[in-house]
Structure formats: C-alpha cells, structure tokens
C-alpha cells in the first residue's frame, strides 16, 4: 500500500524565515502533486513534479522531486502571513490509475 | 477559467438519512472523482467514474455508497443512510483524460456535510 508522509505536521514560523516541509512516499512514482488548503477551502494546486530531478518555483516557492529517494521537498523563503496554510503532497501510481494518494499534510502558520 | 461546480456548500443530515452531493464537472471532462477530508485529516480518495462506470473504488467506498451521472451533466455522490463518521468535507473532482493523473485535475468547493 503507498503512503505518504509529510513532515513537519505542524510548523509555526516567523515572518522572513527560510524553512523546508518535507514528503515521502513509500513506492515507485514519477509524480507528485503540492496543493495549498486554506481553511474551509478547496485545492489548490501549486505544483506538479513530473519527472526525476523537477524543480519549479513560484514567488517564495520552490518544490523538488527526487524519484530515487522518493522524497518532494517544498522550500518556503521569506515566509510572509499570507502563506499560512495547508500544504498537502499528492502521489499518484502512474499507472492504470488516476487516483492521488495525498499526504499527512503540513499545517504552516507564519506570524509577524 | 472553467471550473467543477459543487451543491450544497454545507449540508446538515440526522444520521440515517440519505443524502445526495452534487457536482458539475467541467464540461468536457470525462473523468470523475469523489475524494474526502474528515477534518483535520488528509484527502481521501473514495471513487473515480468513467463511461457511466466506476473504474475504481477505495475501502472507504461500501454499499452505503453510490455514484451516478443523471443527466450528462451533474455527477453525485448518495449516501444511503448517513452515520456519524460520515461527516467530512466531500470534494467531486474531473480531468479530460486519463493517464495524467493529478496533472489534469480539477478540484471542486467542496461540500462540508454534518451528520448529527
């Protein structure tokens, strides 16, 4: 069975301050997903991670993917409130399947 | 931008009841999804829809459960006789194709159901 593991769960952080929320998968995939969940809300999709070695980056963003350590990383830079949220990873078995298996999730509040 | 359209937004049930979500995918969409979140806990993948078929179902997804695609155009989610554990955040999603994965998803609102 895949799972999935985010850590930190939780992570309460000052403005300004770098900080990495970390996931892991326990089987092969190619594919991973980062969405964004504020409180009472949807999905947003952030980030899609195709293939081994993927980096994208967007305002103080940046997620990886390495497929042989079967770990995504989402790296926040100068973390501003506005950030605060729900980060959930998303694999999927890229094959046969469509479904996602998500993520513990991380809990990221950013305070002045 | 064209987007999954889920009704009610909340909806409170007595235990027992049935209850019915509804959900309009993105109209040229042909795969459906249902996915829940009980909250404070991850996303959950209960069943995905296809050619008036499900294609796949997770455990979660018992007899209490059913899909079905009325119309053509509105996908739902019945509940045939609520329990308390069934209170969660439903999300209906849709992609075009298959074979994408997450990369062709599109999430809706979502519909927070309270069973009391």
């Known amino acids: 069975e895949l799972k999935v593991e985010q850590n930190p769960l939780f992570l309460s952080m000052q403005e300004g301050k770098n900080y990495t929320i970390y996931c892991n998968y326990s089987t092969t995939s190619d594919r991973l997903y980062w969405y964004r969940q504020d409180p009472g809300k949807s999905l947003e999709s952030l980030f899609v991670?195709?293939?081994?070695?993927a980096v994208k980056q967007e305002g103080r963003l940046m997620a990886s993917l390495d497929t042989k350590a079967r770990l995504s990383t989402l790296h926040i830079t100068a973390a501003v409130h506005d950030l605060s949220a729900t980060y959930f990873c998303a694999v999927d078995l890229s094959y046969n399947t469509d479904k996602l298996i998500f993520g513990t999730g991380t809990r990221l509040q950013v305070f002045p | 931008e064209p987007e999954v359209t889920q009704t009610p937004s909340h909806q409170v049930t007595q235990m027992g009841q049935e209850v019915i979500l509804r959900c309009v995918p993105i109209s040229n969409h042909l795969y459906f999804y249902w996915y829940r979140q009980i909250l404070g806990q991850k996303v959950e993948f209960l069943v995905s829809f296809y050619n008036n078929e499900i294609s796949e179902k997770s455990e979660i997804f018992d007899d209490q459960f059913s899909v079905e695609r009325p119309d053509g155009s509105n996908f739902t989610l019945k509940i045939r006789s609520t329990k308390l554990e069934d209170s969660a955040m439903y999300f209906c999603a849709s992609s075009e194709t298959f074979g994408q994965g997450g990369y062709g998803y599109t999430f809706g609102s979502g519909t927070r159901l309270t069973v009391v």
């Open positions: 991670l195709l293939s081994n070695g």
